[in-house]
T-cell receptor, first 115, second 115 residues
Framework: KNQVEQSPQSLIILEGKNCTLQ??????????LRWYKQDTGRGPVSLTI?????NTKSNGRYTATLDADTKQSSLHITASQLSDSASYIC??????????????FGKGTKLSVIP | DAGVIQSPRHEVTEMGQEVTLRCKPI?????LFWYRQTMMRGLELLIY????????DSGMPEDRFSAKMPNASFSTLKIQPSEPRDSAVYFCATWGRHLTDYGYTFGSGTRLTVV
């Protein structure tokens, strides 16, 4: 059964500090992995997408890494800002045949950045 | 570009009442998805349509749930009769190119509370 596990469940950090969120998955056959940011009361918004051959991808202060051998990904946030307070969801896509893809969602990490 | 538009944003209803959630997809996006999000289970796929045709409804919890997509610009998710355990945030998402990204675009969700 395809699964995506995220840790920690929640995290509180001081403004300006760095943090790293983890995502472990057992999804096959792997197609790609996305990190989404979900602000309170909003839908998820894509931050990064990584395919099998990509190890690192950055989007501003967000850097995602992918280790396809160990099936782990991380999202590193540098110099956190109050606006980074949100839930971060890891989503792994598996090819299910006939041009279709199946998404498996993690339950997210709730990040709170405090002044 | 308004993105995926959902209505209403909030809905409070009494147990046993019919609830209808609405979604207007991004023009040109041929795939539409209905998701439910709860704290306990995270995001769960309920049903998705491709070119207005339901492709996979295996995530629909039970016969009380039904979804329609009468045309490319409108979809509904109906719950009849509603129960307290249906309380959740329901998201509509579409697949395609939006602004600078290619992938899923989520609406802002409908927060449903059944009392």
């Amino acid at each position: 059964k395809n699964q995506v596990e995220q840790s920690p469940q929640s995290l509180i950090i001081l403004e300006g500090k760095n943090c790293t969120l983890q995502c472990n998955y057992t999804v096959s056959p792997f197609s790609n992995l996305r990190w989404y940011k979900q602000d309170t009361g909003r839908g998820p918004v894509s931050l990064t997408i990584m395919t099998f051959s990509e190890n690192t991808k950055s989007n501003g202060r967000y850097t995602a890494t992918l280790d396809a051998d160990t099936k782990q990904s991380s999202l590193h946030i540098t110099a956190s800002q109050l606006s980074d307070s949100a839930s971060y969801i890891c989503v792994v896509s598996a090819y299910s045949g006939a041009g279709s893809y199946q998404l498996t969602f993690g339950k997210g990490t709730k990040l709170s950045v405090i002044p | 570009d308004a993105g995926v538009i959902q209505s209403p944003r909030h809905e409070v209803t009494e147990m046993g009442q019919e609830v209808t959630l609405r979604c207007k997809p991004i023009s040109g996006h041929n795939s539409l998805f209905w998701y439910r999000q709860t704290m306990m289970r995270g995001l769960e796929l309920l049903i998705y349509f491709n070119n207005n045709v339901p492709i996979d409804d295996s995530g629909m919890p039970e016969d009380r749930f039904s979804a329609k997509m009468p045309n490319a610009s409108f979809s509904t998710l109906k719950i009849q009769p509603s129960e307290p355990r249906d309380s959740a945030v329901y998201f509509c998402a579409t697949w395609g190119r939006h602004l600078t990204d290619y992938g899923y675009t989520f609406g802002s969700g409908t927060r449903l509370t059944v009392v």
